[in-house]
């Protein structure tokens, strides 16, 4: 069986949207580096199709490295003991 991902996106209030599914890791995370280099003030990024959902995130209090480093603890926690 074959591993797909999938490119999420979460805008600044915090709404989560699928970007595209069923793509292979390469082709997922180019597609996410790319939406990335377009310099919007969104979080991008790729996913196991079968993994569980993330963590949902603190809301973002914009220009606060603080959201960030709670949300990666998060999603690191969430996929360590999974």
Known sequence: ???TYRVMRQDDNGNRFLLA???TRPAAEAL????EARGHKQLYWVESESAPPRPEPPRRVLGSR???T????AWTTAWTTA
């Open 66 to 68: 603080a959201w960030m």
């Open 1 to 3: 069986m074959t591993t």
């Open 32 to 35: 996410a580096a790319e939406y």
């Open 70 to 73: 709670a949300w990666m603890t």
């Open 21 to 23: 599914k069923g793509l």
